[in-house]
């Protein structure tokens, strides 16, 4: 918080430093990008599926649910596979 002059509803001399923020900013949420192949793959038990410790290839990143509301899907590459593969959103 940052001093300034006196508002209606503010503790004196205070004000929020995330008031400048540009609207294009809201609305963006972290997402979580899982493997489709290799999650199957790992529910079937097919051995070695996984990486070490059961792992499934993800990647994190950002997405504008006004502009894209429904699941992201990309295509990434999967280290564990060696190969590009379908990555879903997922609920974590």
Do not use: W
Not at 21 to 41: D, F, N, S, W, Y
Not at 83 to 89: A, D, I, M, N, V
């Amino acid at each position: 918080l940052l001093p300034t002059a006196d508002e209606p509803g503010r503790p004196a001399g205070l004000v929020a430093l995330g008031a400048h923020r540009k609207p294009t900013k809201k609305g963006r949420k972290i997402i979580v990008l899982e493997c489709t192949e290799q999650r199957a793959m790992a529910n079937k038990g097919v051995p070695g599926a996984c990486g070490p410790r059961g792992a499934v290839s993800r990647y994190m990143s950002q997405k504008n649910v006004r502009n894209t509301p429904q699941p992201l899907e990309l295509m990434k590459y999967n280290k564990y596979l060696g190969r590009h593969t379908l990555h879903r959103e997922i609920k974590f």
